[in-house]
């Protein structure tokens, strides 16, 4: 994997006229409703700052990076990449392609959580994986103080930016539709936390299967979102600034 500059044109145009998905990337039949918030200041102000800043000077050994894309991993893992639309909750496009990547165990477990969850009637649908540092530093300063526990501290870095965590949920495999949950995905509200006692029974029920069998394979959910996952190791690696353009994935 190698990089080159960040252009701001090339993050620019994606923001102005949305991104263009990748064949692999197959939305849900019907587009979900999303959460959205009101900027602090405009995403177009903020992205040249996000851009132009640098990430947190890491020290000690790390693992090399070996992103892997998941779309090409298992015809059953979907994705609905918010980040590379408008439905999200910035509510402008934020990635200039619509990929996923993980670091290889990680997306191996993947696979295997798929193929457990496959047996249950469910398939998995990401909406996010690897994520460059410049959008957890626009994330952080495009939300509301009071919102910052729904997003990562820039100055530590994101567990995303390591290419270790993903945010996901469930598909139905029979009708290839996503199933609802107690929250929207990226909602800012206590209906995110993973033991939100509301929502319907069958919505806990699809939420909390989705935990065991991610816990079965080595990830952990996070504390305030039930669709976020860290894989275990994540500390060996650094964090990354990388557009996806600029990966070149091994075999």
């Known amino acids: 994997m190698h990089a080159r500059p960040l252009p701001i044109r090339i993050l620019a145009l994606a923001l102005c006229a949305g991104a263009t998905a990748f064949a692999h990337a197959r939305e849900p039949a019907a587009p979900a409703a999303y959460f959205h918030i009101e900027p602090v200041r405009p995403v177009a102000e903020l992205l040249p700052i996000a851009l132009a800043a640098k990430p947190p000077v890491e020290r000690g050994e790390f693992r090399a990076p070996d992103l892997v894309e998941l779309a090409g991993l298992d015809p059953r893992i979907h994705l609905d990449i918010r980040y590379a639309s408008s ?4 509510g402008t496009p934020l990635y200039s392609e619509a990929r996923a990547f993980l670091q290889r165990p990680a997306a191996e477990a993947l696979v295997r959580v798929g193929d457990a969850l496959a047996r249950d009637g469910y398939g998995l649908l990401v909406h996010d994986a690897y994520r460059p540092w410049y959008v957890t530093r626009l994330f952080w300063d495009a939300t509301p103080a009071d919102k910052h526990d729904f ?23 029979a009708s290839g539709e996503a199933v609802e949950m107690p929250s929207l995905y990226d909602e800012m509200t206590e209906r995110a936390y993973p033991g939100y006692a509301g929502g319907t029974a069958t919505q806990r029920a699809r939420r909390d299967l989705l935990r065991r069998r991610m816990e079965a394979e080595g990830f952990s959910v996070y504390a305030t979102e039930w669709w976020h996952f860290d894989y275990r190791g994540w500390r060996a690696y650094a964090i990354q600034n990388v557009r996806f353009e600029d990966i070149t994935p091994r075999p």
């Open 87 to 90: 439905r999200n909750f910035l």
């Open 151 to 173: 997003v990562a501290d820039p100055d530590k870095g994101s567990r995303h930016n390591r290419g270790c965590a993903v945010d996901l949920t469930l598909y139905d495999l």
